[in-house]
């Protein structure tokens, strides 16, 4: 079983940065695809960024390409989600989720065996 909990939400101008935490515990946490999610308010949750469990791929949706960077340290059971040019519309809870043995693909369009808790992120105009 694995837990998440995410940190690093805030609040930030347009055109700012944020990089947010996803902390893991549990094991062979390496085999996890890790993906960040969002849901703004009134809509549903939408995929944004996912890494595979060895880091050699990435998958970005289009809205964040190109000014997000998603990135793993296996050996601190950390995944990373640096948010660079942020609009407004980049407003909204974001989550991390795990599959296990998933690619970063997949982790798009599959359902995640885990789930943490959310963080706000709050981008003012």
């Known amino acids: 079983q694995v837990q998440l909990g995410e940190s690093g939400g805030g609040l930030v101008q347009a055109g700012g940065s944020l990089k947010l935490s996803c902390a893991a515990s549990?094991?062979?946490?390496?085999?996890?695809?890790i993906g960040w999610f969002r849901q703004a308010p009134g809509k549903e949750r939408e995929f944004a960024a996912a890494?595979?469990?060895?880091?050699?791929?990435?998958y970005y949706a289009d809205s964040v390409k190109g000014r997000f960077t998603i990135s793993r340290d296996n050996t601190k059971n950390m995944v990373y989600l640096q948010m660079n040019n942020l609009k407004p519309e980049d407003t909204a809870v974001y989550y991390c989720?795990?599959?296990?043995?998933?690619?970063?693909?997949?982790?798009?369009?599959?359902?995640?065996?885990?789930w943490g808790q959310g963080t706000q992120v709050t981008v003012s105009s």
């Open positions: 989720a795990a599959r296990q043995y998933s690619s970063a693909q997949r982790m798009s369009i599959m359902k995640a065996d885990y």
């Open positions: 549990g094991q062979f946490f390496s085999s996890y695809g």
């Open positions: 890494i595979s469990g060895g880091s050699s791929t990435t």
